[in-house]
């Protein structure tokens, strides 16, 4: 004889669950905005905005904005913008923009745009364009597009186009075409074409042609062919092809650096501006203008202190992410100062100008307006 195919019974308050549950075939679908709780080896499902807490071999499955918290053994399937708590050895998968906090030993699944926040000795497994924040014993497999952030002494292993960003004593295997970026105490093992940037005094082992990034007092031990960018003397390298950075510290090892032409000793810069080719501080660098920066320190701190220009349109764009447009600024090389501390690489700053700035597009090519 067949199995007869469950009956669906809508629920709104605990009660009514309750006697659903008594019912033999029936599963429950908790809606609207209530509360409840479920503990019994059962199935229900739950929408809307309900509030529904799980313990025991519970399963629940969950959509719309509905809030779940789970313990025990308990299973629960999320989707759409539901909220999870999971304690205990519970065990969640979630996908479209469902949300997870675990702690314990809960294992949990992401696909799609699902977001998890992981400690204890939580499992992870990420996948899709999910975020994952792991911390403490918590443990992380991530495939395609997953973003990992981990701290404390959690592990990541990181596959295909997988981003990881590790700290503290963190520890990553990284394969594939992952991307690392180690600070703190970070441990990595680079496989394949993985990238990685080592700084603090993370250690980085790297083999196949993996591409490491490092500097400070960071580790590197490398296989022959892994290509290795080194900044400053501080680390330590072995192995690998090394391309040892120099230090910039004129205007001129700048603008070599970067590409820009000098003629004259004048170099064209640039500036992402917004709508009305204001910056983001208030200078107005309007087409046909000359700006001079009113508090100029020489070249004393690394911010402020003058007017700042990057090497190209869309370099500029880093520092003025809601820019509409752009302009092209003639600066005498002996106007620049390049920061001592190098916070950041890709600009540089100056007394002003020293002819009409003009507007560009994002390419560097002259806009004329009518």
Not at 53 to 80: L, N, Q
Not at 209 to 238: E, F, L, N, P, Y
Not at 337 to 357: L, M, N, T
Request: one cysteine or more; aromatic letters at 8%.
């Amino acid at each position: 004889m067949l199995n007869a195919v469950p009956e669906w019974v809508e629920v709104r308050t605990q009660e009514e669950l309750d006697a659903a549950l008594a019912r033999p075939n029936a599963i429950p679908v908790c809606l609207g905005e209530g509360r409840f709780a479920v503990s019994a080896p059962v199935v229900v499902r739950a929408g809307d905005a309900v509030h529904v807490s799980v313990s025991g071999e519970a399963t629940v499955e969950a959509w719309g904005k509905a809030t779940v918290e789970a313990t025990g053994s308990a299973t629960i399937g999320a989707w759409d913008s539901v909220s999870v708590a999971a304690a205990e050895s519970a065990r969640i998968e979630a996908w479209d923009h469902a949300r997870v906090k675990a702690t314990d030993s809960v294992s949990v699944r992401l696909w799609g745009w699902a977001e998890a926040e992981a400690s204890g000795s939580a499992r992870v497994e990420a996948d899709h364009w999910t975020v994952v924040q792991a911390r403490d014993d918590a443990f992380v497999e991530a495939w395609h597009a997953a973003t990992v952030t981990v701290s404390g002494d959690a592990v990541v292993r990181a596959w295909d186009e997988a981003t990881v960003i590790a700290r503290d004593d963190t520890r990553v295997d990284a394969w594939g075409e992952a991307t690392v970026d180690a600070r703190g105490s970070a441990t990595v093992r680079a496989w394949g074409t993985a990238i990685v940037t080592a700084l603090g005094s993370a250690t980085v082992t790297a083999f196949g042609s993996a591409i490491v990034s490092v500097r400070g007092a960071a580790t590197v031990i490398a296989s022959d062919h892994v290509a290795i960018r080194r900044q400053g003397d501080a680390s330590k390298v072995t192995g690998g092809v090394v391309t040892q950075v120099p230090t910039i510290t004129t205007a001129e090892d700048w603008c070599s650096h970067w590409g820009v032409a000098v003629e004259d000793g004048v170099v064209t810069l640039y500036k992402a501006v917004d709508g009305e080719f204001v910056s983001r501080y208030g200078m107005s660098y309007a087409p046909g203008s000359e700006p001079q920066a009113p508090d100029w320190d020489g070249g004393e701190a690394d911010c402020g202190g003058g007017l700042h220009f990057s090497p190209s349109p869309s370099i500029a764009l880093q520092f003025e992410p809601r820019a509409e447009r752009y302009v092209a600024c003639p600066v005498r090389l002996d106007d620049i100062s390049v920061a001592r501390r190098r916070h950041f690489e890709a600009k540089v700053k100056a007394r002003g100008v020293c002819g009409p700035v003009y507007e560009v597009d994002e390419w560097g090519e002259r806009v004329e307006r009518r």
